[in-house]
């Protein structure tokens, strides 16, 4: 494949950049893809469109390490379209552009299959659970987290970095072995429930599970498990992995 070195060459067709956090990079005539491997995550950085593309040009973007923080600009006169705000590890976005209303236009993006987050932690410890309140558990022995993004020491939440959509389940059962009512399972999502189940009244150790799809905007937004108990007493959970967990995955980018 011809290419030059520099960001100058006419044939150039790719560039290989180790990008720092706040980067500011411009496409130069003739490269058409932009190769980025920082040496880790980059909180910020900037992406500008070549000058003077032809009509029908692909510019393709790729990065080995998330870009927490992505400003996507046209060069002067354009007009950038569905911008990208963000790019996950291995993660590639591209744009066409249309020469006669000097427009980019997304044109495909994709991201390395089991390369998004992924997390599951148990309850490990035990913790006393009041009746009649909303308690948050406190999951804190992890299974594993690929990118740390579960705060298992001070909130007990998860806090992705990459927006997208994240199959959240939560888990809990009951410990002291004899309930003499219900317990929810409850997800909460920046402070509120969005998700639900109610087990049986029982008298015996009883479990709850819920499970939902959520959107998460990649920078403020987070998920925290709950249990609430309507025994009449206060009530321990169980420590076990298997039976009072918080998991979650990517299931795709936003």
């Not at 494949?1 to 180790?18: E, F």
Request: charged content about 10%; some cysteine; glycine content about 10%.
């Amino acid at each position: 494949m011809a290419k030059l070195d520099g960001t100058n060459g006419l044939i150039q067709q790719y560039d290989y950049q180790v990008l720092t956090t706040g980067f500011s990079y411009t496409f130069a005539s003739g490269t058409q893809t932009l190769v980025a491997n920082p040496a880790g995550t980059l909180a910020t950085g900037t992406i500008t469109m070549p000058a003077a593309p032809a009509d029908g040009m692909v510019i393709w973007i790729t990065t080995t390490q998330q870009i927490v923080a992505l400003t996507m600009n046209g060069n002067t006169g354009q007009t950038l379209t569905s911008k990208v705000t963000s790019l996950a590890p291995n993660q590639a976005v591209a744009y066409i552009y249309r020469v006669s209303n000097t427009t980019w236009y997304p044109f495909e993006t994709q991201m390395a299959q089991g390369n998004g987050p992924a997390f599951s932690y148990y309850l490990g410890a035990g913790q006393t659970i009041s009746t009649a309140t909303d308690t948050k558990i406190q999951f804190a022995t992890k299974i594993f987290d690929t990118n740390n993004y579960y705060d298992a020491t001070t909130n007990y939440r998860f806090t992705p970095l990459i927006a997208g959509y994240y199959q959240i389940t939560v888990c809990v059962r009951d410990g002291t072995g004899a309930t003499a009512g219900s317990i929810r399972a409850n997800i909460y999502k920046n402070g509120g429930v969005v998700s639900t189940f109610i087990s049986a009244n029982n008298t015996n150790s009883v479990s709850a599970m819920t499970s939902d799809l959520i959107f998460m905007n990649g920078s403020t937004d987070y998920i925290e498990g709950y249990i609430y108990q309507n025994s009449g007493a206060n009530m321990s959970l169980q420590t076990n992995a298997q039976y009072n967990y918080i998991t979650g995955v990517l299931v795709r980018t936003a």
